[in-house]
């Protein structure tokens, strides 16, 4: 008689290195690292089906502290070796931590290539505007005028937006969360394991030495309400701590505008429904950021595709169905010559 045993139920501890963390005292990496401890618990995983894979960057330091399989690889390659992984051990749950230095600068091209050909990554942008690892100069995200190191006189680079660049790169899962958000970020973790494809979660992570407080004009808690916009699917764009503000379209502009509802003839029915499948909207989303409009956080845009190592292993099985390749003949086949 055969027994099958269920798998031990693990914990967060489980998933937690003991490896000493070594980032600042107050670093929002923390948060995030204690929230994809719990997350990965919860979700029932196994560690032994779990990788994680970085670049270079204080969020690269991430596999260090996970108890899984990982790669601490080189600056701006990790999704490029998250593919190769993937295609190898298609099973396996492969995560990509990187920042926005790392995944924007040197590698912008490696991550539009993960993006657009939807490899199954769980791909995790720790978002914090500034080159933390190497002492504070500007990243592809700085605000324009921002002071730096590398930009003395303040930025005048016109500044990347991460989810922008994510749904130009034709993805089908774009996310933003903020790093001590706990219980929103662990559902954007969920929602990006569930997805079958390439998901990409910008993280809103505070960097307290070199950048602290720069998004302070929507994190902290006296304006959190009327400067967050948590969207659900199906759920109409209202936000504020009276529940009264919402997101309209502007009908005329086709652009999207902050409206009170009770005000000058708004009603509830004005406001628009977010709907995670339409991808204009989704860019409207992304792109709108305070302090004219209120930070979207949650899963803008999810409308699953086949994944790209899907298509391979479909790919290979046909070319395996035409029998037994001859390498001699092949090499000596077509356009072929002799150097005496």
Known sequence: MNVQTQPEKLSAKDFA??????????????????????????????????????????????????????????HGRAPAIATGLKLAQPDLDVWVVTGDGDALSIGGNHLFHALRRNVDLNILLFNNE?????????????????K??????????????????????????????????????????????????????????NCIVYNDAVFSDFTVKAVAADMQLHVVHGQPLVYGKDKNKGIRLNT??????????????????????????????????AAIRPPNFPEVLGVIYCDPAQSYEVAVAEQNKQAYASGAGNLDKLMHSGNTWSVE
Request: with cysteine; aromatic share 8%.
């Open 252 to 285: 005329q502009s086709l652009n999207l505008e902050t409206v009170i509802i009770g005000e000058n003839g708004v009603t509830e029915k004005d406001i628009l429904v977010h709907d995670e499948k339409n991808r204009v909207l989704a860019g409207l989303l």
């Open 130 to 146: 500034v080159y933390g690892l190497t002492k504070g100069q500007f990243s592809p995200t700085s605000r324009l005028g921002q």
């Open 17 to 74: 290195s003991d490896q000493d963390v070594r980032w600042c005292p107050g670093c929002g990496d923390y948060a995030i690292l204690k929230t994809m401890h719990k997350s990965l618990a919860n979700m029932g995983v196994r560690p032994e089906k779990t990788v994680f894979v970085s670049g270079i960057g204080c969020s690269s330091r991430f596999p260090y502290y996970m108890a899984t399989y990982g790669f601490h690889t080189i």
């Open 148 to 205: 730096s190191p590398s930009t003395p006189m303040g930025s005048i680079d016109s500044p990347a937006d991460a989810c922008t660049f994510a749904l130009g790169s034709n993805a089908r899962f774009v996310a933003r969360g903020i790093d001590v958000q706990a219980k929103q970020l662990s559902e954007l973790f969920v929602r990006a394991r569930d997805h079958k494809g390439a998901s990409f979660v910008e993280i809103i992570q």
